[in-house]
């Protein structure tokens, strides 16, 4: 039987986490539905999805890893190769085309892409290279020699008005930039020289390319008194990160005194690999070989291991993407140590360690795991970060511990959303920590983008950065919050959809603990009991009881304080308008086990598509299955490919479309299921065939 969980514990918890990311604690008992429903309560449910969504995201990057040591060991040397050589011979020339040389494309003004200048936007969540139309400018080949400002603002001009770097141009400039990267140490020194300096830090973009121009267009480009440090999390999620990585290395290039860039959590192989949104929380790989091919890919994230970890502002301030460590005492000599190529963001079983070497190689490798993965928490102390499953959650004296070892003021970081783009993390000691993000309605939370700006001079209402003593430092910082496009539905509907989702993945795991909580037989459990059992079974901490509404429970269904689980599961049930043609034996079980899986199948077929033109033989599909079935445990595993491949080959061919197989899992509110002829989950039971 479950053991009890106090639902109201569970919300204290997500609602300490909501107020970390700008929203303010509810009160629940007494409080009425409207309440109960509020947009911080939205916020909870947000942010401890996103979180669910991370730790997933690291259960199947250990997976891939696991996946490429067998299939792929030396996957890494073509890239290296490409990396290592010497520029093509028909690649960089004297003198080349310019941007105003293009025509827009034809579809600009459907798309709002004025040609150059501060007022082009894309369309939020319809990216232009979707367009099958489309005969996207080449922008190439580049110079020879190093890049200038001048080919770096054109690179920006040709993506403002849609077009794209060439296949050999964007190569090229991953080659220039593996070059620099490779001299670069863990710790990057940021040197404010004048009064005049400002530093602009800049919060996760994830491959949101107008949040980018719209910060480059507020805050101007780069000179030596205009510097900037982007802290990590480029890629993924959305639709534009080939852009973002073009722009931000040709900047790192073209002002190599004035451009600096952190790795994040996202700058990773197993974590590029996954699937996008609205099924997984990674894309890059996807976009990568949509835009150009899996070698580009695969150059892009070896240069990714290569990025600095930390960088330290006038030496006061520490900006790292996630954040602090298990241990104390740690020190930036320490950070200088780590080998960043020897990364991985779930280690392997280590062996306790029988030399002194040994030791401080697993140290070090932790070390650059929570620089990349923690999260602040507001309370002392420091704990595993259960809810990613990787980094550390640390509180203020842990922050104040790091800070007074190493001389410094003040640690910035991102990694999470917040509802202002901004937040301060420790109440009590608001100085210590902040936590920039820089994707605005990311997720379709709705949330503000922001970015920092650090200087000498007080620029009025700003930031004081103050000295552990308490005393102001004579540094400032301002904050600039803004929206880019528009708001793309609401932070409920994004969570009524993610909630259902997680719901009918975990649906057997589900059944089994209610029917186990469910002694007597009577097909209910207690609301208490139904909230524990969400909690263990999904692993997200909310208040599960508020949220019955938004799952389609009716309030007949839970008056007697108990709840009809088997109803409540039939609320979310799967539909086939295809079961009158393959049949429908073991077709709900099947699909059951397909859909709970259904980001590993992605990323497996992903795998063994090797000319990445999204087709996989028959036999490829089986030798992925065997992959797949082999981390799975027995009553999870796939047991019948020949009936999937059954339901997949609709054309009858002998290849298997995995895009557009993969596309039928869309999530809708429809009462009968079909959404153009396309497999979905309903609110309500499927019309039988």
Same mark, same amino acid.
């Given at each position: ?7 109201d514990d ?11 990311c ?12 409207g309440? +109960?429903?509020?947009?911080?309560t ?6 401890e ?6 730790s ?5 990057a250990t ?9 792929a ?10 990396l290592?050589?010497e ?8 003198? &080349?085309?310019?941007?105003e ?5 034809s ?5 709002g ?8 936007r ?19 080949p580049?110079?020879?020699g190093?890049?200038?400002? !001048? ?9 403002r ?9 964007f ?8 070059k620099?990267l ?11 020289a004048?009064?005049a ?6 919060g996760?973009?994830?491959?949101q390319?107008e949040?980018l ?5 507020d ?6 008194q ?7 999390d480029?890629?993924? +999620? ?7 990585i ?5 900047l ?5 005194d004035?451009v600096f860039?952190?790795?994040g959590n ?11 949104p ?5 894309g ?6 949509s835009k ?5 890919f ?12 930390? &960088?330290?502002i006038?030496?006061?301030i ?13 020190t930036?000599?320490d950070? *200088? ?9 779930v280690?392997?079983e ?5 030399t002194?070497?040994e ?6 490798r932790?070390l ?8 602040p ?9 259960n809810? +990613? ?8 004296d ?14 910035? +970081?991102?990694?999470?959303?917040m ?13 210590l920590?902040?936590?920039i ?7 379709g ?7 920092m ?9 700003a ?23 528009? #708001?793309?539905?609401?932070i409920?509907?994004?969570?009524k959809?993610?909630m259902? #989702?997680?719901?009918? $993945?975990k649906?057997q *795991? ?19 009991q139904?909230?524990a ?14 949220l ?7 309030? !007949? ?14 609320e979310?049930?799967?539909?086939f ?11 709900e079980?099947l ?9 590993t ?11 990445g033109?999204g ?10 299955c065997?992959v ?6 027995p009553?999870?595993?796939?047991s019948r490919?020949?009936?999937l491949?059954?339901m997949?080959?609709?054309?009858g ?12 899992? $869309? ?10 002829g396309?497999?979905s989950?309903?609110?309500g ?5």
């Amino acid at each position: 039987m479950t053991p009890p969980v106090d639902v109201d514990d569970a919300s204290s918890l997500a609602a300490s986490r909501a107020a970390a990311c700008g929203a303010a604690t509810p009160h629940h008992k007494g409080a009425s539905t409207g309440t +109960r429903q509020s947009e911080v309560t939205q916020w909870q449910i947000f942010n401890e999805l996103d979180l669910k969504e991370e730790s997933e995201m690291l259960e199947l990057a250990t997976f891939l890893d696991s996946l490429m040591r067998e299939f792929a060991p030396n996957s890494r040397k073509h890239s290296l190769e490409n990396l290592q050589t010497e520029e093509e011979d028909d690649d960089g020339v004297d003198a &080349h085309r310019h941007a105003e040389d293009f025509e827009a494309p034809s579809h600009a003004d459907a798309h709002g892409i004025a040609g150059i200048g501060t007022s082009f936007r894309i369309a939020r969540g319809n990216s232009i290279y979707n367009v099958p139309d489309m005969n996207l400018m080449d922008y190439g080949p580049l110079p020879k020699g190093p890049l200038t400002p !001048e080919t770096a603002s054109e690179i920006i001009d040709v993506y403002r008005r849609g077009g794209k770097l060439a296949y050999k141009s964007f190569k090229k400039l991953l080659r220039d930039v593996y070059k620099k990267l490779k001299g670069v140490g863990n710790v990057v020194r940021v040197p404010m020289a004048s009064e005049a300096v400002k530093v602009h830090v800049i919060g996760d973009l994830h491959g949101q390319l107008e949040d980018l121009l719209h910060i480059l267009d507020d805050a101007g480009m780069p000179d030596q008194q205009n510097l900037f440090v982007f802290n990590g999390d480029f890629v993924d +999620r959305g639709d534009h990160s080939v852009e973002i990585i073009a722009i931000l290395f040709s900047l790192y290039l073209a002002f190599p005194d004035f451009v600096f860039l952190n790795r994040g959590n996202h700058e990773d192989h197993v974590i590029c690999c996954q699937p996008p949104p609205p099924h997984g929380c990674g894309g890059f790989q996807r976009e990568c070989k949509s835009k150009y091919d899996d070698l580009v890919f695969s150059m892009v994230v070896e240069v990714f291991r290569y990025l600095p970890i930390i &960088h330290l502002i006038d030496g006061r301030i520490c900006v790292i993407h996630g954040g602090l460590f298990y241990r104390k005492g740690v020190t930036i000599e320490d950070l *200088e140590a780590i080998d960043r190529l020897d990364y991985c963001p779930v280690p392997g079983e280590e062996e306790p360690p029988s030399t002194p070497e040994e030791a401080r190689g697993q140290d070090l490798r932790q070390l650059m795991r929570d620089a990349l993965w923690s999260d602040p928490k507001p309370d002392p102390g420091c704990e595993f970060n259960n809810a +990613r499953k990787q980094g550390q959650l640390f509180g203020p004296d842990v922050c104040q511990e790091f800070l007074q070892t190493n001389d410094l003021h003040m640690v910035v +970081r991102s990694h999470e959303c917040m509802k202002l783009g901004f937040s301060q993390a420790y109440p009590d000691m608001p100085h210590l920590l902040a936590t920039i993000f820089s994707a605005s309605g990311y997720g379709g939370s709705n949330n503000m983008g922001a970015y920092m700006t650090y200087s000498k001079v007080d620029p009025g209402a700003a930031y004081k950065v103050m000295t552990l003593d308490g005393e102001p430092s004579g540094m400032f910082f301002t904050v600039q919050n803004y929206t880019v496009g528009e #708001a793309s539905g609401s932070i409920e509907d994004t969570n009524k959809t993610s909630m259902r #989702a997680l719901v009918l $993945r975990k649906k057997q *795991e589900l059944i089994a603990e209610f029917i186990a909580a469910d002694e007597a037989g009577t097909g209910k459990v207690t609301i208490d009991q139904w909230g524990a059992i969400m909690v263990k079974v999904t692993g997200v901490v909310i208040n599960w009881p508020e949220l019955l509404p938004l799952l389609g429970v009716e309030a !007949e269904h839970m008056a007697s304080g108990e709840i009809e689980y088997q109803t409540f599961i039939s609320e979310l049930r799967a539909g086939f308008n295809r079961l009158s043609q393959v049949g429908n034996e073991d077709t709900e079980t099947l699909f059951n086990a397909m859909y709970a899986n259904r980001n590993t199948l992605e990323c497996v077929f992903a795998f063994f598509d090797l000319n990445g033109d999204g087709v996989i033989s028959k036999e490829e599909f089986h030798h992925g299955c065997e992959v797949l079935n082999k981390k799975l445990s027995p009553s999870s595993r796939i047991s019948r490919p020949e009936r999937l491949l059954e339901m997949m080959d609709i054309d009858g061919s002998d290849g298997i479309d995995i895009n557009e197989f993969f596309e039928v899992f $869309r999530l809708v509110d429809a009462a009968d299921g079909s959404v153009d002829g396309k497999i979905s989950i309903v609110d309500g039971p499927a019309e039988e065939p």
